[in-house]
């Protein structure tokens, strides 16, 4: 006897110690993780939250140039905030610009802050360009040259007379006939509403001046160190310039200010989802199980299962998305499931419980039900989006692990006999139970499935679905608006569409962009762009030099000697005609290139439309594939009627592929949504499967009937209330499946053991359900719309699988 009771006791320990070593584990892991990085590990240890909104979206893009091209314009687009200020009075307007730019330089929330322009010579422009002015040529004069209609001594007339007059200003001795003027002045340097005014970047509409102010952050947009800075920096900066300006309005924009608003939107979330849900599960096992002691237990291995499941996603995926976050905060419903059955159990037994014999009675039951559970979840898997994998993994890892702790730890920590068993309220259950199970259970419960499947039928016909994207991401409204605002006073389109042009080399990728930018020249859907920026349009190819540079020698240039007299006579002095024409002549061919730009410092804007040699796919990297190069041309005032020919003038073209990430989802989300019906009916199928291999070909079909029954009512209610369904209806439908069938089977493993106290069994079941409503149902209040699909559609569908449980229950034919 001594020596059981010693091996028990060690074993005892032993279980406590290694439960005790993997939560100190994982509270050190997440504490590190959590923890502020030092500035010089920031750029190999990423922070812990993930606020980027774009990070929910799945790679759309077969190709992978076109996938770097959205995350350089992303990354360029995140680095800075951009704050309009506007008045009716200029005045006001650009002293508040000033006030506001000095107040944000001084907070030191900023790298730099820029309003006032550092002067600029716009002759660096000329200069750069001019030892390649023999090889740029603007389309309208390529035309009078291969026509014959350009009369050099009208071009030398007017550039004498009036040399200002076409593009960019360069000199009479340098350019006498305006060639590099006018090509200068076709390049898209001010492809915006902006113009400078006392140094500033100003737009004027109406009576109305706006300036524009920018700044560049200090770390990446999604640090929350940097949001909260920039957050508390903009605040007092604003209320300074409008508390000396009344008359002033200030909005802003930029990937900061969404990352801020996403991250507090879902802390919120978190705060309410798992505060209210751990109370509302805290107060009903009170008032069921009357022992603190029991609530302590049951909140520890949930508390284990969520540790480790944050642990591991933060170890599998680098990072943990705020989708994730928020729906970790719901799991708590879920992963109590597994100790309230040992607790109901537990007090059921009462003088005569026995740890070990209750951890028989009540696994089979936990482990079917930690089944289905992982098949719903792990279908989860199997969606695009990297938010929902990481959802996928969270809850398998905590749902496992809470499963590991009730059959490991609790049997130890609940050795001795329950003092107290609430007899009155498992015999009130008890008689409940009976009387719902001659309602449903039996031959009745096939009269009933049938009556919920007319009753379903009009509700299905009435079904609608909606793949936006916007149904995934909805940012901020207020930001929006101040977006909208900002783009609308400067000018510019919001970059979200655009064409990527590849090639083998640098001078393939800029013919192509040559060749597109002529087809975005002419009018598409009966209307022409506004422009198009690509980098072609300040780099053109080397064949296009030598092409413009062989125009000219076989035309207005094809006589030296005639081409100095005829500037001669024009009016030039003679130093100036020889100059020229030495320039012509003896000077040596070398094409502008690509390299050149960009080294140039007024470059920096446009910069983005190259994207230079693409990266290589893993699939690639094992192979020896060439390299290719690629660059980004946007179209600018695309009218929603222009798209489709956008598209079709991309697949028209070799190397060129366009690039719309909002179509793209919203047709993935169709995609997926299609194909999880079918995933449903083979989940739905596969869990029939199993039920049967446990119970038999009738019980496990009664067994499945609740949660089918549940699907089949949300999916009409969605029907009835002209709700369109999405692709997250439909994979919450699978978490429905793989949650909502557990209260079937607890029922039934329940009412099969020996002696059962079917009270007691109803009532954990009963208080199964209720927790997990509460935790899922709380979703539905999320500020994020894929959670609030979540939430409804799992509410719906666990409250309807809980209410037809006792059809699974066992007859007098098949009790085991």
Same mark, same amino acid.
């Given at each position: 006897?001594?020596?059981? %009771?010693?091996?028990?006791?060690?074993?005892?320990?032993?279980?406590?110690?290694?439960?005790?070593?993997?939560?100190?584990?994982?509270?050190?892991?997440?504490?590190?993780?959590?923890?502020?990085?030092?500035?010089?590990?920031?750029?190999?240890?990423?922070?812990?939250?993930?606020?980027?909104?774009?990070?929910?979206?799945?790679?759309?893009?077969?190709?992978?140039?076109?996938?770097?091209?959205?995350?350089?314009?992303?990354?360029?687009?995140?680095?800075?905030?951009?704050?309009?200020?506007?008045?009716?009075?200029?005045?006001?307007?650009?002293?508040?610009? @000033?006030?506001?730019?000095?107040?944000?330089?001084?907070?030191?929330?900023?790298?730099?802050?820029?309003?006032?322009?550092?002067?600029?010579?716009?002759?660096?422009?000329?200069?750069?360009?001019?030892?390649?002015?023999?090889?740029?040529?603007?389309?309208?004069? @390529?035309?009078?040259?291969?026509?014959? #209609?350009?009369?050099?001594?009208?071009?030398?007339?007017?550039?004498?007379?009036?040399?200002?007059?076409?593009?960019?200003?360069?000199?009479?001795?340098?350019?006498?006939?305006?060639?590099?003027?006018?090509?200068?002045?076709? !390049? =898209?340097?001010?492809?915006?509403?902006?113009?400078?005014?006392?140094?500033? !970047?100003?737009?004027?509409?109406?009576?109305?001046? $706006?300036?524009?102010?920018?700044?560049?952050?200090?770390?990446?947009?999604?640090?929350?160190?940097?949001?909260?800075?920039?957050?508390?920096?903009?605040?007092?900066?604003?209320?300074?310039?409008?508390?000396?300006?009344?008359?002033?309005?200030?909005?802003?924009?930029?990937?900061?200010?969404?990352?801020?608003?996403?991250?507090?939107?879902?802390?919120?979330?978190?705060?309410?989802?798992?505060?209210? $849900?751990?109370?509302?599960?805290?107060?009903?096992?009170?008032?069921?199980?009357?022992?603190?002691?029991?609530?302590?237990?049951?909140? !520890?291995?949930?508390?284990?299962?969520?540790?480790?499941?944050?642990?591991?996603?933060?170890?599998?995926?680098? %990072?943990?998305?705020?989708?994730?976050?928020?729906?970790?905060?719901?799991?708590?419903?879920?992963?109590?499931?597994?100790?309230? %059955?040992y607790f109901v159990l537990y007090l059921s037994e009462g003088h005569r419980w026995d740890a070990?014999?209750?951890? /028989?009675?009540?696994? =089979?039951?936990?482990?079917?039900?930690?089944?289905?559970?992982?098949?719903?979840?792990?279908?989860?898997?199997?969606?695009?989006?990297?938010?929902?994998?990481?959802?996928?993994?969270?809850?398998?890892?905590?749902?496992?692990?809470?499963?590991?702790?009730?059959?490991?730890?609790?049997?130890?920590?609940?050795?001795?006999? =329950?003092?107290?068993?609430?007899?009155?309220?498992?015999?009130?259950?008890?008689?409940?139970?009976?009387?719902?199970?001659?309602?449903?259970?039996?031959?009745?419960?096939?009269?009933?499935?049938?009556?919920?499947?007319?009753?379903?039928?009009?509700?299905?016909?009435?079904? %609608?679905?909606?793949?936006?994207?916007?149904?995934?991401?909805?940012r901020d409204p207020s930001l929006v608006a101040q977006e909208r605002a900002v783009r609308e006073?400067?000018?510019?389109?919001?970059?979200?569409?655009?064409?990527?042009?590849?090639?083998?080399?640098?001078?393939?990728?800029?013919?192509?962009?040559?060749?597109?930018?002529? @087809?975005?020249?002419?009018?598409?859907?009966?209307?022409?762009?506004?422009?198009?920026?690509?980098?072609?349009?300040?780099?053109? #190819?080397?064949?296009?030099?030598?092409?413009?540079?062989?125009?000219?020698?076989?035309?207005?240039? @094809?006589? =030296?000697?005639?081409?100095?007299?005829?500037?001669?006579?024009?009016?030039?002095?003679?130093?100036?005609?020889?100059?020229?024409?030495?320039?012509?002549?003896?000077?040596?061919?070398?094409?502008?290139?690509?390299?050149?730009?960009?080294?140039?410092?007024?470059?920096?804007? &446009? /910069?983005?439309?190259?994207?230079?040699?693409?990266?290589?796919?893993?699939?690639? /990297?094992?192979?020896?594939?060439?390299?290719?190069?690629?660059?980004?041309?946007?179209?600018?005032?695309?009218?929603?009627?222009?798209?489709?020919?956008?598209?079709?003038?991309?697949?028209?073209?070799?190397?060129?592929?366009?690039?719309?990430?909002?179509?793209?989802?919203? /047709?993935?989300?169709?995609? &997926?949504?299609?194909?999880?019906?079918?995933?449903?009916?083979?989940?739905?199928?596969?869990?029939?499967?199993?039920?049967?291999?446990?119970?038999?070909?009738?019980?496990?079909?009664?067994?499945?009937?609740?949660?089918?029954?549940?699907?089949?009512?949300?999916?009409?209610?969605?029907?009835?209330?002209?709700?369109?369904?999405?692709?997250?209806?439909?994979?919450?439908?699978?978490?429905?499946?793989?949650?909502?069938?557990?209260?079937?089977?607890?029922?039934?493993?329940?009412?099969?053991?020996?002696?059962?106290?079917?009270?007691?069994?109803?009532?954990?079941?009963?208080?199964?359900?209720?927790?997990?409503?509460?935790?899922?149902?709380?979703?539905?209040? #999320?500020?994020?719309?894929?959670?609030?699909?979540?939430?409804?559609?799992?509410?719906?569908?666990?409250?309807? #699988?809980?209410?037809?449980?006792?059809?699974?229950?066992?007859?007098?034919?098949?009790?085991?």
């Amino acid at each position: 006897m001594q020596v059981a %009771q010693a091996l028990r006791a060690r074993r005892r320990w032993g279980v406590l110690l290694v439960w005790l070593a993997l939560a100190c584990a994982v509270t050190a892991y997440c504490v590190w993780r959590f923890a502020e990085p030092p500035l010089g590990a920031r750029a190999f240890m990423p922070p812990p939250l993930q606020t980027n909104l774009l990070a929910l979206l799945p790679k759309t893009e077969a190709d992978p140039a076109a996938e770097q091209a959205l995350d350089a314009l992303a990354s360029s687009m995140g680095e800075r905030a951009v704050y309009l200020v506007t008045s009716d009075d200029a005045a006001h307007a650009k002293a508040a610009a @000033r006030q506001l730019a000095s107040s944000l330089a001084a907070s030191g929330a900023f790298g730099s802050v820029l309003a006032q322009l550092p002067p600029f010579d716009v002759s660096q422009v000329a200069r750069f360009y001019l030892p390649y002015r023999f090889g740029l040529l603007t389309e309208a004069d @390529r035309a009078a040259l291969t026509t014959g #209609s350009a009369s050099l001594q009208n071009l030398a007339a007017e550039r004498l007379f009036d040399p200002f007059r076409a593009g960019l200003p360069t000199s009479l001795a340098d350019d006498p006939f305006g060639w590099l003027s006018r090509w200068l002045g076709a !390049l =898209p340097l001010a492809a915006t509403n902006l113009s400078v005014e006392d140094g500033m !970047l100003v737009a004027h509409r109406g009576a109305a001046t $706006s300036v524009l102010v920018t700044a560049t952050l200090r770390g990446s947009a999604y640090e929350t160190s940097v949001q909260t800075a920039v957050r508390s920096a903009t605040a007092s900066a604003e209320r300074a310039s409008t508390r000396a300006f009344p008359d002033v309005q200030i909005v802003r924009t930029g990937a900061v200010f969404y990352a801020d608003a996403a991250r507090r939107a879902s802390e919120g979330d978190v705060h309410r989802i798992g505060i209210w $849900s751990a109370c509302g599960i805290a107060l009903l096992m009170l008032w069921i199980f009357r022992s603190p002691r029991l609530i302590a237990l049951g909140f !520890l291995s949930t508390a284990i299962g969520i540790g480790c499941a944050l642990a591991a996603t933060m170890a599998v995926f680098g %990072q943990l998305h705020l989708l994730t976050l928020v729906f970790g905060a719901s799991l708590i419903g879920e992963a109590v499931d597994y100790s309230i %059955q040992y607790f109901v159990l537990y007090l059921s037994e009462g003088h005569r419980w026995d740890a070990q014999r209750g951890l /028989r009675e009540v696994r =089979p039951a936990l482990v079917v039900a930690l089944a289905t559970s992982l098949l719903g979840y792990a279908i989860l898997a199997w969606a695009p989006f990297p938010a929902l994998k990481q959802i996928a993994c969270f809850a398998m890892v905590g749902i496992a692990i809470a499963f590991a702790s009730v059959v490991s730890l609790l049997p130890v920590l609940l050795e001795r006999a =329950p003092r107290r068993t609430p007899t009155y309220l498992f015999e009130g259950a008890a008689r409940l139970l009976m009387r719902w199970q001659s309602v449903l259970g039996g031959r009745r419960a096939w009269f009933v499935a049938a009556l919920v499947l007319v009753v379903a039928l009009p509700g299905w016909l009435r079904l %609608q679905s909606d793949d936006d994207i916007h149904l995934l991401v909805q940012r901020d409204p207020s930001l929006v608006a101040q977006e909208r605002a900002v783009r609308e006073a400067i000018g510019v389109d919001d970059g979200a569409r655009f064409f990527v042009v590849k090639g083998a080399t640098p001078e393939a990728v800029l013919e192509r962009c040559e060749a597109l930018g002529s @087809r975005l020249d002419a009018p598409l859907a009966g209307r022409r762009l506004a422009g198009w920026q690509s980098v072609s349009r300040f780099v053109p #190819s080397a064949r296009r030099q030598a092409a413009d540079r062989a125009l000219l020698a076989s035309s207005a240039l @094809r006589s =030296p000697e005639a081409l100095r007299a005829m500037l001669v006579g024009t009016g030039f002095r003679d130093a100036v005609a020889r100059h020229y024409v030495d320039a012509w002549t003896q000077v040596p061919v070398v094409p502008l290139t690509l390299e050149a730009w960009l080294a140039t410092p007024w470059s920096q804007p &446009y /910069r983005h439309l190259w994207l230079g040699a693409v990266r290589p796919t893993d699939a690639q /990297r094992s192979q020896v594939v060439p390299p290719e190069y690629a660059a980004v041309v946007m179209p600018l005032g695309a009218t929603p009627e222009q798209l489709p020919a956008l598209a079709a003038l991309a697949r028209a073209l070799p190397g060129v592929v366009f690039v719309d990430k909002a179509a793209s989802v919203s /047709r993935l989300f169709g995609a &997926y949504r299609a194909d999880s019906t079918l995933w449903l009916a083979g989940a739905v199928a596969l869990v029939l499967a199993l039920l049967i291999g446990r119970y038999r070909a009738s019980a496990g079909v009664r067994v499945a009937m609740p949660v089918i029954l549940a699907i089949a009512v949300a999916l009409a209610a969605f029907g009835y209330a002209g709700v369109p369904l999405t692709l997250f209806n439909w994979l919450a439908l699978m978490l429905v499946l793989g949650v909502g069938v557990n209260y079937a089977v607890f029922l039934r493993e329940g009412c099969a053991r020996a002696n059962a106290d079917l009270g007691a069994v109803w009532t954990g079941v009963a208080l199964s359900a209720a927790t997990t409503l509460l935790s899922f149902g709380l979703l539905a209040m #999320s500020a994020m719309p894929v959670l609030k699909d979540f939430g409804s559609t799992l509410a719906l569908g666990i409250a309807v #699988s809980v209410l037809l449980a006792p059809m699974g229950m066992p007859t007098g034919r098949d009790r085991r």
